[in-house]
T-cell receptor, first 113, second 116 residues
């Protein structure tokens, strides 16, 4: 059974600070990793994806991937109240077809003014 | 900005009835998916569709479910005989060509299905 694990939170972050979110996965051969943001009652919105070990930056967001440790993280710099949402980690496993993602349960982030 | 659109936004149906959820994927996308999210639970994969056929389906996607691309723009999910446990938010998603590394999959705003 392939698993994607995230701390459920809530993660409380002061405005302007860095939010650090973690995700671990069980399928060692997983290929691609995605971070989605989901506001309550809304659909997942893609933030970024990463497939190579190391860091990938996009604006205030940085994804970090360590395949040896089966770990992917998301950093949100200069956190804003509008960043308050649930952040979903999604993983494409080695044997999964493209578009078949295993989602984690999500980490709720609350940015406090 | 192109987006995936779903209709209706909310559907209430009686147990045992058939429902069809509709989706218009982004126009130049080739891969289409349905996911669902039961309230308070994870987003779960149902089915992927490419080149007018199912690429992969999950254990959830049993004989009660079917998908169709009846024309060049719509992508539908049919549930033949709804059960109470089918109540969930159903998301359609689409993506363009997948490279060896991945690509972006965009989600529609969802259809909330309530079975009573």
């Amino acid at each position: 059974q392939k698993e994607v694990e995230q701390n459920s939170g809530p993660l409380s972050v002061p405005e302007g600070a860095i939010a650090s979110l973690n995700c671990t996965y069980s399928d060692r051969g997983s290929q691609s990793f995605f971070w989605y943001r989901q506001y309550s009652g809304k659909s997942p919105e893609l933030i970024m994806f990463i497939y190579s070990n190391g860091d990938k930056e996009d604006g205030r967001f940085t994804a970090q991937l360590n395949k040896a440790s089966q770990y992917v993280s998301l950093l949100i710099r200069d956190s804003q109240p509008s960043d308050s949402a649930t952040y979903l980690c999604a993983v494409k496993g080695r044997d999964d077809s493209w578009g078949k993602f295993q989602f984690g349960a999500g980490t709720q982030v609350v940015v406090t003014p | 900005e192109p987006e995936v659109t779903q209709t209706p936004s909310h559907q209430v149906t009686q147990m045992g009835q058939e429902v069809i959820l509709r989706c218009v994927p982004i126009s130049n996308h080739l891969y289409f998916y349905w996911y669902r999210q039961i309230l308070g639970q994870k987003v779960e994969f149902l089915v992927s569709f490419y080149n007018n056929e199912i690429s992969e389906k999950s254990e959830i996607f049993d004989d009660q479910f079917s998908v169709e691309r009846p024309d060049g723009s719509n992508f539908t999910l049919k549930i033949r005989s709804t059960k109470l446990e089918d109540s969930a938010m159903y998301f359609c998603a689409s993506s363009s060509i997948w490279t060896a590394d991945g690509t972006e999959a965009f989600f529609g705003q969802g259809t909330r299905l309530t079975v009573v």
